[in-house]
């Protein structure tokens, strides 16, 4: 069983400011605090479940996790029909390397994530009312478990729950 000494940091942004939140883990093992998602065919979350922040795919809608924390292992995800705050709505890997700079890795998000994002939701994110963030490997996970996986998260800007998948909503 593999040890889960960092997670990914989630970098919330908005229209005029971005903020970085550090979110990691500390030596812990996989799936202690939490299962595994319950699953239809297509991998859609099908019950709530508590499941390890490596485990998180694209299409998957969570509970916003406790902002005021600074170490996640788990996160709750939701069938996307269910009230939800987040949906993850692409995902891609940094290249090989030295472990990259903070304004290397927000560059490289929003040069990916932005055009993903209106290709998801139909909108550009400065027309919705929708907004995203990221889950990016911290130098730890990069070093220890070669996590190089970054994940765009969309929310609300209202802070208002999310009912059904956003994907080609134009909200």
């Given at each position: 069983?593999?040890?889960?000494?960092?997670?990914?940091?989630?970098?919330?942004?908005?229209?005029?400011?971005?903020?970085?939140?550090?979110?990691?883990?500390?030596?812990?093992?996989?799936?202690?605090f939490s299962g595994d998602a319950e699953r239809n065919e297509k991998g859609a979350v099908t019950a709530d479940s508590k499941i390890d922040i490596f485990e998180l795919k694209v299409g998957d809608c969570k509970l916003a996790d406790d902002a005021s924390s600074t170490e996640l292992s788990d996160t709750n995800v939701v069938p996307c029909d269910d009230p939800h705050d987040e949906e993850i709505f692409y995902e891609f890997d940094l290249p090989e390397g030295d472990f990259p700079a903070a304004d290397v890795v927000e560059k490289t998000v929003w040069e990916t994530c932005d055009p993903q994002f209106e290709a998801f939701v139909g909108l550009s994110e400065a027309d919705s009312t929708l907004t995203y963030a990221y889950f990016s490997p911290t130098k730890d996970g990069w070093e220890q478990l070669d996590d190089r996986t970054i994940q765009c998260v969309l929310f609300s800007e209202e802070g208002t729950p999310l009912e059904g998948s956003a994907k080609g909503t134009k909200i």
């Open positions: 069983m593999s040890l889960r000494s960092s997670l990914r940091p989630l970098a919330l942004t908005g229209s005029a400011l971005a903020a970085a939140v550090l979110l990691s883990g500390c030596s812990i093992p996989a799936n202690v």
